[in-house]
Every structure is written in structure tokens, then in C-alpha cells.
């Protein structure tokens, strides 16, 4: 059974603007905490990354991981899927970007992960909060800029 983690920040920009850096990928070395190394496989139309080659660290080890992006609701959704990784059974997740009342964002992530091997409990929820404290690096890197 997966398990799910949800935080939301307030970043002063647009959703447009949010969306921008949290789909340029190869930055997020620069940014992202726990991202190593962040290669993009293929691209659509656009040029929009949609699938998307990470290295990061977890859990006090290196682990690879290849998500799949859909960009239907864009720019206020960036959604995702795994589509392959080396301790993970499946990872879905999305960024959403809500336009908020003073021209600023809300900013949720929200992810679902299944690892291969059971850890317990409170292993689990330290390794949920580093990551979805990724939205509060992003919104470190765009009010940065």
C-alpha cells in the first residue's frame, strides 16, 4: 500500500511562474534538496519535459527513479507516474498552483509512494517530510530569483 503526503506553501509569484521552474528539470540539482541528478529522456511538442530521469538521495542511499509527466492542466497542475525505479513500486505526485487573493500562489505537492521493502513507521515519516518539503525548496528558488 502506498503512502501519502500532502504540504502546501505560499509563494509570491504567479502559478505560471511556479510552473515554470518546477517543470525545468534539469535545474533542479541547483534547488531540489535531495536531487543529484535530473536527465531528461523524451519531451513533447512543446518541449516540455515528459519524461524525466532523477538521482537522488534517500533513506542514506542513492536510488534512481524515471517519472512520466502530464501536463493536461498546466500551468496550474504538473502531474506524475513512475515509470521505472530501483526501490520504489510506484510513485504518483503533482504540484498544483492556485492563484491566490494578494497575486501570490498556493503551491501543494502532493505525492503517493510504494517502496519494495517495508520500513518501519518512523522511518517512513522522516523520509515523507524531507520529501515533501521540496515544495518549500521551490519556493526558496523562485522568491530567490
Not at 28 to 49: F, I, M, N, S
Not at 69 to 95: F, L, N
Request: include cysteine; hydrophobic fraction near 40%; proline fraction near 4%.
Amino acid at each position: 500500500m502506498a503512502d501519502h503526503a500532502s504540504q502546501s506553501v505560499n509563494i509570491a509569484a504567479t502559478p505560471e511562474q511556479c510552473f515554470a521552474v518546477a517543470s525545468d528539470f534539469e535545474h533542479y540539482p541547483q534547488w531540489a534538496h535531495d536531487v543529484k541528478e535530473a536527465a531528461v529522456l523524451a519531451r513533447d511538442e512543446q518541449g516540455r519535459a515528459t519524461e524525466v530521469e532523477f538521482r537522488t538521495s534517500a533513506l542514506g542511499r542513492s536510488t534512481h527513479y524515471t517519472l512520466r509527466y502530464d501536463y493536461s492542466q498546466a500551468p496550474t497542475v504538473m502531474s506524475w507516474h513512475m515509470v521505472s525505479g530501483d526501490i520504489m513500486r510506484s510513485i504518483d505526485g503533482s504540484y498544483t498552483f492556485t492563484p491566490g487573493a494578494d497575486g501570490g500562489t498556493e503551491a501543494t505537492y502532493t505525492l503517493a509512494i510504494e517502496l519494495i521493502v517495508p520500513l518501519p513507521g518512523f522511518v517512513k515519516r522522516r523520509a515523507e517530510v524531507r520529501i515533501v518539503n521540496s515544495v518549500k525548496d521551490l519556493k526558496a528558488r523562485i522568491e530567490a530569483a
